[in-house]
């Protein structure tokens, strides 16, 4: 990297997953907007066609000029070459494909074990693990021989476990998992301030709030705006709304199949006394199954939705025909701002700013003093040059920890069950698991479907499993 002028240039940055159709974009536009960078974007995927396709894209929208930031996108045929000499490197992969998300998803169902993700808690979020570790553990040796002094931005899910997995196999590395799921908790609490006083255009970086949980399990137990306390305002409008929910007004980054009316995060502060900060699919997989999961009836009720592997499918089908399409020339690239933080941390790790943001790093610094040392948790964090320092967020409520504990353990469970394939451990791992446990079923069954789960997904998994 070169610093001249108010401006850093030769940025190297390997993009791990650089085929991807959909968040690669997002990446992108985000660069294309930040005038104060510049540099070369190192694409590396198993796919290499798809690779290649947004080294294509991402020149396309470089050579514009409303394109303020400039950037050489190249294509790589080994992780190896595209890591050697990085500054920084972005983690965000698919652990197989959607048919073994099936799986993850859809399998436990016959047991009445319902889920809104299925890619971070319950049955799914283990399975997907089960897949997801093996490729981290090559990952992280990677960076380790190629890139140890690089910054590792992950963005693949399980968070948790990928983050927890990278220090395991290489404790010095400088890696942190980003997550937007708080960012849309803010815009609750922004749109709520405005309705509340009459106040237009809040920018969601003016909530401001304490972060503390794990990844998709993230609670405010503290949220201002100007000097005013919020959960007196969020109170009220819960008593006011809790029926209908809330729906926020600017819609353009969600979707029908992740739309919800916030009920879940309103019942959990009622319940709870803090604020829930991520999406209700999220916030429900990590409650007991006979509770916000209970079945699709239930589900409904609470006004979120079953994404469907169907439905991701289908919305794949889309993004692979806009590729062509961007590819070809025949659409462009949208260049406005996304609402992701990823761009600026760099810009922060890079010197150029200093920023406060929520963050998933190991708990080392006891940020949550009552959870383990070795946890992945979730809180905020001062970036600046060269260095993260997370934020001493407290300590998590008994009430809310007891909550939040089986999953710490699970991470546990299930790191040490990828490396070692070991079944037991994801039995183990089902079984603690709250979602598996608020349907009461029998260890039998439990065993069946593990062994039905590891078979239907042999294809992406190690051989010790087969």
């Known amino acids: 990297m070169k610093y001249q002028n108010g401006k850093m240039s030769d940025v190297q940055i390997a993009y791990i997953g650089g085929g991807s159709r959909g968040w690669a974009w997002t990446f992108m536009t985000d660069l294309a907007l930040e005038p104060d960078m510049s540099g070369t974007i190192r694409l590396y995927d198993i796919d290499k066609k798809a690779a290649e396709a947004n080294k294509i894209i991402g020149n ?10 400039k950037w050489e996108y190249e294509a790589y045929d080994s992780i190896q070459t595209a890591l050697e000499g990085a500054d920084f490197v972005v983690l965000s992969i698919l652990p197989g494909t959607f048919d073994e998300m099936a799986v993850d998803v859809h399998m436990p169902e016959r047991l009445g074990i319902y889920q809104s993700v ?18 981290y553990v090559e990952i992280a040796e990677a960076i380790r ?4 002094n690089a910054w590792v931005i992950n963005y693949t899910n399980p968070m948790s476990l990928c983050v927890k997995t990278l220090y395991h196999v290489f404790p010095q590395i400088k890696a942190f998992g980003c997550c937007h799921e ?51 305002v969020y109170k009220e409008y819960i008593d006011a709304h809790y029926e209908e929910g809330h729906h926020e ?20 502060f009622r319940r709870y006394g803090m604020i829930a900060a991520a999406g209700d699919r999220h916030l429900a997989e990590f409650m007991p199954g ?38 070809a020339g025949e659409e ?17 790790l890079c010197g150029l700013r200093r920023m406060v943001s929520n963050v998933n790093i190991p708990n080392t610094s006891l940020q949550i003093k ?13 970036f600046e040059r060269d260095a993260i320092r997370p934020v001493v967020a407290g300590e998590i409520p008994e009430n809310v920890k007891t909550l939040i504990m089986p999953h710490v353990e699970n991470h546990a469970y299930t790191l040490q069950a990828a490396l070692t394939c070991d079944k037991e451990l994801v039995v183990k791992a089902f079984l603690n698991d709250p979602i598996v446990k608020g349907k009461n079923c029998k260890e039998e069954d439990i065993r069946q479907l593990v062994d039905d789960m590891i078979a239907a997904t042999a294809k992406y998994l190690p051989d010790g499993w087969k």
């Not at 021989?145 to 140890?148: I, R, S």
């Not at 007004?249 to 959990?268: G, I, P």
């Not at 462009?332 to 941390?345: D, F, H």
């Open 60 to 69: 396309q929208v470089t050579a514009r000029e409303d394109a303020v930031g």
């Open 118 to 135: 299925g890619d971070t808690a319950g049955p799914g979020g283990i399975m997907r693990a089960l897949r997801t570790i093996p490729m």
């Open 145 to 148: 021989d190629h890139a140890p």
């Open 182 to 232: 708080v960012f849309g908790t803010q815009k609750v609490l922004k749109e709520i301030v405005e309705q509340k006083f009459g106040v237009e255009e809040i920018d969601r970086s003016e909530i401001q709030v304490n972060v503390l949980g794990i990844n998709h399990f993230t609670w405010f137990d503290y949220a201002s705006y100007k000097g005013i306390d919020l959960f007196p």
């Open 249 to 268: 007004r600017d819609k353009h980054w969600m979707n029908s199949s992740f739309e919800c009316a916030h009920r879940v995060k309103f019942d959990l």
């Open 290 to 327: 006979n509770e916000y999961l209970n079945d699709p009836e239930t589900v409904t009720g609470w006004k979120f939705g079953l994404t469907t592997v169907d439905w991701r499918k289908e919305d794949l089908k889309n993004r692979l025909e806009k590729s062509r399409k961007l590819v």
């Open 332 to 348: 462009q690239v949208e260049l406005k701002p996304t609402g992701e933080e990823g761009i600026q941390l760099i810009k922060a």
């Open 370 to 382: 009552n959870l383990p040392a070795d946890a992945i948790v979730e809180t905020n964090a001062v």
